[in-house]
């Protein structure tokens, strides 16, 4: 098993609020993510897909064809986009790295039929991301 | 959460620290062939990121494993402020009998942050310089090097 990883950048804005709760407990828990007009960031997705190379092609799957399948499903949907008003797989979650990288592993895995989903893990800035992957899944070989 | 899916939410720190890679079961002339220039007498430093991975259930009034200030607040306490701007060997008694390789560096910090109280630690991970990492999961617990 071979895995191949791709990465792209989005830029989005969003902001912390569980309407459920009072604004004093909006703020103690989400901090400025809380603040009302919302906040953006340069977010850094990397997609791994695994897989055994064709032997005619030499590869796990074509990264044209992975290329537009992020453009399509991440690209258009998310990028330069509000996150909590422009994106309906995220309506009704907290936009969080851990929220937002789970919805992407959902929208991708039934759209990637060469190789299979390994691995995404998205970062919101260098010091803060979130992993996904399948459970009972190793851990190794997911960088 | 699906439970087909596995979360892990990753965050990073910095710390500076010096160290020296020597220890007292070994002559002076093997220290030397072991360690090479980690053995100079008076220790040498190296700014390195420390990569913290949770896994848990997402919370789904916060969309969180862990909150980031709990998690930013905890590290704080029980590693950096310990070890940023420290010497290993002379300020964390866990190295007065321990080499403090990153390897061993690994084990002692997945050790203070295995009890954080609001998420499962995975891993930790540390970046000694950009070229170098090592990773300890808590696996093999009692087959750490002395």
């Known amino acids: 098993?071979?895995?191949?990883?791709?990465?792209?950048?989005?830029?989005?804005?969003?902001?912390?609020?569980?309407?459920?709760?009072?604004?004093?407990?909006n703020r103690r828990i989400f901090g400025k993510c809380n603040n009302p007009h919302g906040h953006g960031h340069n977010y850094t997705?990397?997609?791994?897909?695994?897989?055994?190379?064709?032997?005619?092609?030499?590869?796990?799957?074509?990264?044209?064809?992975?290329?537009?399948?992020?453009?399509?499903?991440?690209?258009?949907?998310?990028?330069?986009?509000?996150?909590?008003?422009e994106v309906p797989?995220?309506?009704?979650?907290?936009?969080?790295?851990?929220?937002?990288?789970?919805?992407?592993?959902?929208?991708l895995d039934p759209k990637?039929?060469?190789?299979r989903l390994h691995h995404v893990r998205l970062y919101e800035s260098p010091d803060l991301f979130a992993d996904c992957y399948r459970n009972g899944a190793s851990a190794a070989g997911k960088r | 959460?699906?439970?087909?899916?596995?979360?892990?939410?990753?965050?990073?720190?910095?710390?500076?620290?010096?160290?020296?890679?020597?220890?007292?079961?070994?002559?002076?002339?093997?220290?030397?062939?072991?360690?090479?220039?980690?053995?100079?007498?008076?220790?040498?430093?190296?700014?390195?990121?420390?990569?913290?991975?949770l896994s848990g259930a997402v919370d789904p009034a916060m969309g969180m494993i862990a909150n980031l200030s709990d998690l930013d607040a905890f590290v704080q306490r029980h590693v950096l402020e310990d070890f940023d701007h420290k010497s290993l060997n002379e300020d964390v008694s866990a190295f007065r009998?321990?080499?403090?390789?990153?390897?061993?560096?690994?084990i002692e910090i997945f050790r203070r942050l295995q009890s954080f109280p609001k998420a499962r630690l995975e891993r930790v991970?540390?970046?000694?310089?950009?070229?170098?990492?090592?990773?300890?999961?808590?696996s093999n617990e009692e087959g750490n090097r002395p």
């Open chain 2, 125 to 138: 991970r540390v970046e000694e310089t950009a070229k170098n990492s090592f990773e300890y999961d808590g």
């Open chain 1, 45 to 85: 997705l990397e997609v791994t897909v695994a897989g055994d190379p064709d032997p005619v092609t030499g590869m796990v799957l074509d990264l044209k064809e992975l290329k537009e399948i992020l453009e399509r499903e991440v690209m258009q949907r998310m990028d330069h986009r509000h996150l909590n008003y």
């Open chain 2, 97 to 106: 009998e321990r080499v403090p390789t990153t390897e061993n560096l690994c």
């Open chain 1, 1 to 25: 098993m071979v895995l191949i990883t791709r990465k792209i950048e989005f830029s989005s804005s969003h902001l912390y609020h569980n309407p459920n709760l009072s604004a004093e407990e």
């Open chain 1, 89 to 107: 797989e995220l309506a009704g979650q907290i936009p969080t790295c851990e929220n937002i990288a789970r919805v992407i592993w959902q929208l």
């Open chain 1, 112 to 115: 990637i039929t060469r190789g």
């Open chain 2, 1 to 53: 959460m699906n439970s087909a899916l596995k979360l892990e939410l990753g965050r990073r720190y910095r710390f500076s620290a010096s160290h020296r890679l020597h220890t007292t079961h070994l002559t002076e002339e093997e220290n030397n062939r072991v360690f090479g220039k980690c053995s100079n007498p008076y220790g040498h430093g190296h700014n390195y990121v420390l990569e913290v991975s």
